[in-house]
Nanobody, 117 residues
Framework: QVQLVESGGGLVQPGGSLRLSCAAS???????MAWYRQAPGKQRELVAR???????NYADSVEGRFTISRDNARNMVYLQMNSLKPEDTAVYYC????????????WGQGTQVTVSS
């Protein structure tokens, strides 16, 4: 079992940048990792995913603006968010799924990102 803790959220103006971090309590080299977000009144949605082999995919709405990365040596996952828009406002969650036990899913507590002038 791994515990995930997000950080780096905050208030930023449109067009600005933020970098979210996800710290894992244990090794994540055998985990597919992802960032999700949930805006008020909306369902949680996938933002970006990075597999254990570092293949990535993104939601269409963030393609070209957001970059997911991982540092297995530090048990960290990052989400670099550039050119932020008001519609990016949401609580962002880190998610981890073990490659060999894909029925298991671990979540962090979330970090708030607010994009507003």
């Amino acid at each position: 079992q791994v515990q995930l803790v997000e950080s780096g959220g905050g208030l930023v103006q449109p067009g600005g940048s933020l970098r979210l971090s996800c710290a894992a309590s244990g090794n994540i080299f055998a985990y597919d990792m992802a960032w999700y977000r949930q805006a008020p009144g909306k369902q949680r949605e996938l933002v970006a995913r990075i597999t254990s082999s570092s293949n990535t995919n993104y939601a269409d709405s963030v393609e070209g603006r957001f970059t997911i990365s991982r540092d297995n040596a530090r048990n960290m996952v990052y989400l670099q968010m550039n050119s932020l828009k008001p519609e990016d406002t949401a609580v962002y969650y880190c998610n981890g799924i073990p490659v060999v036990f894909k029925t298991m899913s671990y979540w962090g507590q979330g970090t708030q990102v607010t994009v507003s002038s």
